[in-house]
T-cell receptor
């Protein structure tokens, strides 16, 4: 079974600053995918970024980038130039068969 | 292009009652998933459909839960004889690409409160 660990229950960042949200995973699958989702208070899970285990370069999507360290089984999300609208829960996930396995999430609060 | 939609968005029911939730996936997506999310946790997988076939069910899906996807379009999740422990957010997701890179797109969820 795959396991996702997000060790930061809550994080604060000032507007316009960068923030890193930690994620470590445990899998025995030779090929796997890593995902980050954002969940605002409304409840919808919003897909942010994907990293494949065989991808040579770290994934980037606009202000989101993924610091992927395969040997450490780490896939940290970096949000640059934080905005007030980035305040939300952030979940890291891997795929196991058909299902996504999620961590417990990190609550991010962006302050003015 | 419309996203995944779910109905209702909120449901309050009394213990012992039956409830049914509906999910409409993104139109060209043939894969559909149901997840449950309780307070302070990430979503947990419940079941998966490819077209109309239910291919995988989690151990979390007790015999009080049943899901259908007739004709491979919308899906329903029914909970019979609800219990207070069923109170949670029920999320539906859909996707169209097979493999580890498959991205699941989620709907807004249905919040269930069992009194």
């Amino acid at each position: 079974a795959q396991k996702i660990t997000q060790t930061q229950p809550g994080m604060f960042v000032q507007e316009k600053e960068a923030v890193t949200l930690d994620c470590t995973y445990d899998t025995s699958d030779p090929s796997y995918g890593l995902f980050w989702y954002k969940q605002p208070s409304s409840g919808e899970m919003i897909f942010l970024i994907y990293q494949g285990s065989y991808d040579q370069q770290n994934a980037t999507e606009g202000r989101y980038s993924l610091n992927f360290q395969k040997a450490r089984k780490s896939a940290n999300l970096v949000i640059s130039a934080s905005q007030l609208g980035d305040s939300a829960m952030y979940f890291c996930a891997t795929r196991s068969g058909y299902a996504l396995n999620f961590g417990k999430g990190t609550s991010l609060l962006v302050t003015p | 292009d419309t996203g995944v939609s779910q109905d209702p968005r909120h449901k309050i029911t009394k213990r012992g009652q039956n409830v049914t939730f509906r999910c409409d996936p993104i139109s060209e997506h043939n894969r559909l998933y149901w997840y449950r999310q309780t307070l302070g946790q990430g979503p947990e997988f419940l079941t998966y459909f490819q077209n109309e076939a239910q291919l995988e069910k989690s151990r979390l899906l007790s015999d009080r839960f049943s899901a259908e996807r007739p004709k491979g379009s919308f899906s329903t999740l029914e909970i019979q004889r609800t219990e207070q422990g069923d109170s949670a957010m029920y999320l539906c997701a859909s996707s169209s690409v097979a493999g580890v890179e498959e991205t699941q797109y989620f709907g807004p969820g249905t919040r269930l409160l069992v009194l």
